[in-house]
Structure formats: structure tokens, C-alpha cells
């Protein structure tokens, strides 16, 4: 990816585009965002905004591309540098959890699209289904990496875990959000650590600084 100090104005211009069109997308959904919108809102001609994307089709595409981006650099890429293993697991689900906690306008976009393009085949459908299935395919390769540093059973089937910690983030999501449960993130973790125990050779065998981050120190 290009810095941002070796970014052309073109490069730059539409880095800002797509990150407006991200909040826009967040607000009003994929559906409403439109060349025109985005213009106004980032002070551009229409036919300049066009320009850089060709149709709303594109834009759409673009806009859930540079939200997979920013998930994986404010989540993923920091839960990759911790080692291999539980302590990986674990700072995915705090990134997540704490990406979540920041309550921004209009929620997750991945979540509001999930619903908004599920019955509308497409470009658009595509790509956000094969972000989806990107992450669960990220889920089960940390989780894999725990039972080559055998934390976790050999027969453990790390997309079963991955889909199962992917239920738990949805519902976190739903509990947060609209429930307003003061005790979501603390069912969330509670559901990750006992994923966790069912998938360790021992499952018996807990380590309370495992269960939560907070407890210890896992650099």
C-alpha cells in the first residue's frame, strides 16, 4: 500500500473520498450513497467523482473495500503481532471488541450491508460476501496457529471455532447496539473462553491471565 507522505493528489483525493463515502455508507447504507451525495459532502463535482469511479456500482465496491482496510489495520494487523496461539485469539476479540465500543453513527457497516444487500445479487453482494468469508478464513488460520503451538486439540475444526466466534461477535454487536447491555462485552469474552476450554487438549485446564488480556501481560 502507498504512504500517504508518496501519495499523488489523485491518490489522496480519492483516500478522502472513500473515507467520507465510508461514513456516509454508515449512515444512510450502501442503497442511499450516491455520486451525488458524496459529492456535496465532499465538496467535489459530480462529474469529478465520477471520475475516479465510474458508476455507483464501483463506488459501492470501493467504499466496502476501504472499510475491510481499516478493519484489518485497526483489528486484524495489531492482533497478528501478538504470538501464535490463544494470546492471538484473544487480541483479535479485544481490537474487535474495542472497535465496537467506539459507537460510531451508524454501526458496522459490514453488519448494516449484511442485511441491506442479502437479497440483491451482484458486484456489490459479492464482494461484501467474500469479505465476510475473508475473516472467518483469518479466524481459522490464528486459530490454527494455536494447535501447531499445541495450546489447542489437534482435531479442534478451526472453522467451526471461527463461525462460532463469529456468533459471538454478532451478538455482541446486537447486545451492545440495540440492547444496550451494560454486560455485553463481559458475555462476549465469557462465550470466547469457553470456546477457548472446549478446544484446549485439557479442557479443564484454566489459565485466568488466557481468558482475559487484562489480567496479564501477553507481549
Not at 454508515?26 to 451525488?36: A, E, Y
Not at 461477535?169 to 447486545?175: F, P, Q, R, S, T
Not at 485446564?205 to 488466557?210: E, F, G, Q, V, Y
Amino acid at each position: 500500500m502507498t504512504s500517504t507522505g508518496t501519495m499523488g493528489k489523485g491518490d489522496r483525493t480519492r483516500e478522502a473520498i472513500l473515507a467520507r463515502g465510508v461514513d456516509e455508507a454508515c449512515r444512510v447504507g450502501l442503497g442511499g450513497l450516491t455520486i451525488g451525495d458524496l459529492a456535496t459532502a465532499t465538496g467535489l463535482s459530480k462529474s469529478g467523482l465520477f471520475a475516479h469511479f465510474g458508476s455507483k456500482e464501483a463506488l459501492q465496491v470501493a467504499v466496502l473495500d476501504a472499510a475491510a482496510q481499516e478493519f484489518g489495520a485497526v483489528v486484524v494487523i495489531p492482533a497478528l503481532r501478538a504470538p501464535r496461539g490463544e494470546a492471538r485469539v484473544l487480541a483479535l476479540l479485544e481490537g474487535w471488541l474495542a472497535c465496537g465500543r467506539l459507537r460510531l453513527p451508524g454501526g458496522c457497516l459490514f453488519v448494516k450491508a449484511s442485511t441491506e444487500l442479502d437479497e440483491q445479487p451482484g458486484p456489490v453482494r459479492d464482494r461484501l460476501a467474500e469479505q465476510h468469508r475473508e475473516l472467518v478464513r483469518t479466524i481459522a488460520r490464528i486459530f490454527d496457529g494455536g494447535i501447531t503451538e499445541g495450546q489447542l486439540r489437534a482435531d479442534a475444526d478451526p472453522y467451526q471455532f471461527a463461525t462460532d466466534l463469529y456468533g459471538v461477535m454478532l451478538v455482541y454487536y446486537h447486545a451492545h447496539r440495540l440492547l444496550a447491555d451494560p454486560r455485553a462485552e463481559e458475555r462476549a469474552r465469557t462465550a470466547v473462553a469457553a470456546l477457548l476450554d472446549a478446544a484446549r487438549p485439557d479442557p479443564g485446564r484454566r489459565d485466568p491471565a488466557r481468558l482475559d488480556p487484562r489480567a496479564g501481560d501477553h507481549r
